[in-house]
């Protein structure tokens, strides 16, 4: 990927070296190497925008932009993100969506450390194990947002928190909510330090999430969708949490379950 500029250029070939670089992003060890990825859409590339210093190329193509354009976003970036227009072929190649519509941009990806989150008096926080879908994680970003969680850390992660459905499913909350991953005992000892209450969910758990307290400084952990937690969650929580369920169904979906809890924490602080 080139660096940063002002330069604008239109490319119409797919074999452009640079459409060639943009379609091996897909690739997660790809990703990694290279320290990028790419996000779609003109939602995400605007909400992008809170991570403008790790911007470094936005692609268009003008025949593809919805009507509203991308003229308010590119006046955002001051000139300082190269702009490169691809041909409609072209972006079908370079886009990951069945439907794009007309923008995406290459980003850096920043460092996710544990030391760079802030919390406040009494946060309340989403720690996510093992996920494995993309969709799932970047849901549950979405739902940590207007749950007002004050942050989100993956441990152990085994999906990419920087694959393109992570981002899509994300609605763009990647990139307003702060984020940490991090191997899991780390996270639990950094919790330990911040004084934070660990309540883990578990069908196997005695007591109903709405019959503990989530309020103060609560981290609400949530395990795969195949596995739960692990014993390093389950025997080092504070407290174990279910989720009452009738009929046949003995579990939710990851982040059906991280609504349930984190809204009853919202209730309660809300009430509080």
């Not at 797919?14 to 790419?38: C, G, I, M, Y």
Request: overall charge positive; some cysteine; proline content about 7%.
């Amino acid at each position: 990927m080139s660096r940063p500029g002002r330069r604008r250029e239109i490319i119409s070939s797919p074999t452009n070296r640079r459409v060639k670089a943009l379609v091996r992003l897909r690739n997660r060890r790809e990703r990694d190497r290279e320290s990028l990825f790419v996000v779609e859409g003109c939602r995400e590339v605007r909400r992008a925008l809170a991570w403008r210093s790790q911007m470094l190329e936005v692609y268009r193509c003008p025949s593809l932009l919805p009507p509203e354009g991308d003229q308010k976003l590119l006046a955002g970036l001051g000139g300082a993100v190269e702009i490169v227009e691809l041909s409609e072929p072209v972006f079908h190649k370079a886009s990951y969506r069945e439907r794009p519509d007309g923008l995406l941009a290459v980003l850096r990806q920043p460092p996710l450390h544990l030391s760079s989150l802030r919390l406040g008096s009494a946060p309340l926080v989403l720690v996510v194990e093992a996920v494995e879908k993309p969709g799932n994680l970047g849901a549950m970003l979405r739902t940590a947002e207007s749950a007002g969680v004050e942050a989100v850390v993956v441990a152990d992660p085994t999906t990419d928190v920087f694959n393109p459905n992570v981002v899509r499913a994300s609605l763009g909350s990647l990139f307003t909510l702060p984020l940490a991953v991090a191997p899991g005992p780390q996270v639990l000892e950094w919790l330990r330090r911040q004084g934070m209450s660990v309540i883990a969910t578990s069908p196997a758990a005695e007591r109903l999430s709405w019959d503990v307290d989530l309020q103060g400084r609560a981290a609400v952990v949530i395990g795969s969708e195949h596995r739960g937690l692990s014993d390093l969650w389950l025997s080092g929580a504070d407290r174990q949490v279910r989720i009452p369920m009738s009929g046949t169904v003995d579990s939710l979906n990851a982040n059906a379950a991280a609504a349930v809890v984190l809204f009853e924490a919202r209730r309660q602080r809300s009430n509080g």
